[in-house]
């Protein structure tokens, strides 16, 4: 018994010529890069649900910032276990959707909900940095708590109500003609996603880690040298106009002390402001091509390359895989929880 041809099968299935191009053989260079992404993939998913693990196993990491940690863990791993690997399928076909227009706009809006889920809980960890660097007095653990609780709720709305107003009639995601499947291309729905994706969370970023910097930069430049040097004072006592005259001057004492190391909490708060510097920092070098991509195009009616869009949107993926690495790096505990979590399953 003969075996069907299963490409030209498929093709029929699909409706003929329109995917005779999606399916060719793939070059080196092809292989190689889908061979990176299909890694890229299994890295961020295996890194962010590592940290979820050991925030869900250790008991002091049940509290804040450590819940604003999870959050954003949460939205990264499901980028890498529902957008992501459906992402590459895509890429697999020549940027093209053959899984129909269910799951196009399921893939749609869990791509958008986890996307912006992830960029807002960095928005958060920055506010939260900036509010228990500058404000530590007021900035208690019971209020900490609650306002990160809210920070979260807030996040996860928001980006509910973005993800999912395409479903409800604001633009269209699929495309059966040409097999495509993007976010909505309505002038309007662009307008309002990107910004409350990504540019107004920017904007809040870049404005914490600037006050950040000012009240860093004040408080090394103050804690540094702490001189006190007044100034001599002359006091002139005249008994009588024809005596002559007797000055007494009073000279105080220059009070000086210099600290010559940081204190424990100066060292806590340079390492938040470093890390948060390098969290912003990567965060907009990953996602600023796609969203400026995203909002010039609709609003133009011009066009890139796809494979311009593929490369920015992938960038922006990654910024999934390096935010754990960014801020398990700049945290001593996290790196002891490892290292006690390797040992045991030893």
Same mark, same amino acid.
Request: proline letters at 5%; hydrophobic letters at 50%.
């Given at each position: 018994m003969t075996q069907p041809n299963v490409t030209v099968l498929l093709a029929n299935i699909s409706g003929g010529s329109e995917l005779g191009n999606l399916y060719r053989p793939f070059s080196v260079f092809s292989v190689l890069t889908l061979t990176l992404l299909a890694m890229l993939v299994v890295a961020t998913f295996v890194w962010n649900l590592l940290v979820l693990?050991?925030?869900?196993?250790?008991?002091?990491?049940?509290?804040?910032?450590?819940?604003?940690?999870?959050?954003?863990?949460?939205?990264?791993?499901?980028?890498?276990?529902? @957008?992501?690997?459906?992402?590459?399928?895509?890429?697999?076909?020549?940027?093209?959707?053959?899984?129909?227009?269910?799951?196009?706009?399921?893939w749609i809006s869990c791509d958008v909900l986890c996307c912006t889920a992830s960029i807002w809980n960095v928005t958060a960890i920055a506010l939260d940095r900036y509010w228990s660097i500058t404000r530590h007095l007021e900035y208690t653990l019971k209020t900490r708590k609650r306002i990160s609780n809210v920070m979260i709720g807030l996040t996860w709305l928001l980006s509910s109500v973005i993800s999912l107003s395409p479903l409800f009639g604001w633009g269209e995601t699929y495309s059966e003609v040409s097999l495509a499947c993007q976010v909505s291309q309505e002038p309007s729905y662009t307008v309002f996603s990107t910004f409350g994706?990504?540019?107004?969370?920017?904007?809040? @970023?870049?404005?914490?880690?600037?006050?950040?910097?000012?009240?860093?930069?004040?408080?090394?430049?103050?804690?540094?040298?702490?001189?006190?040097?007044?100034?001599?004072? @002359?006091?002139?006592?005249?008994?009588?106009?024809?005596?002559?005259?007797?000055?007494?001057?009073?000279?105080?004492?220059?009070?000086?002390?210099?600290?010559?190391?940081?204190?424990?909490?100066?060292?806590?708060?340079?390492?938040?402001?470093?890390?948060?510097?390098?969290?912003?920092? @990567?965060?907009?070098?990953?996602?600023?091509?796609?969203?400026?991509?995203?909002?010039?195009?609709?609003?133009?009616?011009?066009?890139?390359?796809?494979?311009?869009?593929?490369?920015?949107?992938?960038?922006?993926?990654?910024?999934?895989?390096?935010?754990?690495?960014?801020?398990?790096?700049?945290?001593?505990?996290?790196?002891?929880?490892?290292?006690?979590?390797?040992?045991?399953?030893r």
């Open positions: 693990v050991t925030i869900l196993r250790v008991r002091t990491f049940h509290r804040v910032p450590h819940n604003l940690v999870a959050s954003m863990a949460i939205s990264d791993v499901m980028v890498a276990g529902l @957008v992501m690997p459906l992402s590459l399928v895509r890429e697999l076909y020549g940027r093209r959707w053959i899984l129909g227009r269910a799951l196009c706009q399921v994706a990504f540019y107004l969370p920017l904007c809040v @970023v870049l404005f914490v880690y600037w006050k950040i910097y000012k009240a860093a930069k004040f408080r090394i430049g103050s804690h540094k040298t702490n001189t006190i040097t007044p100034m001599a004072e @002359v006091i002139e006592v005249k008994e009588a106009e024809r005596q002559p005259q007797m000055a007494f001057t009073i000279r105080h004492a220059t009070v000086s002390f210099q600290t010559d190391g940081e204190t424990w909490r100066e060292q806590k708060e340079r390492r938040a402001a470093l890390m948060v510097g390098i969290l912003i920092g @990567v965060f907009v070098l990953c996602w600023i091509p796609f969203f400026l991509a995203e909002l010039i195009i609709p609003l133009c009616s011009c066009d890139i390359p796809p494979l311009w869009k593929s490369v920015f949107l992938w960038l922006g993926y990654s910024n999934s895989f390096f935010n754990p690495l960014i801020y398990t790096a700049f945290n001593k505990n996290y790196n002891n929880a490892f290292r006690n979590l390797f040992s045991r399953q």
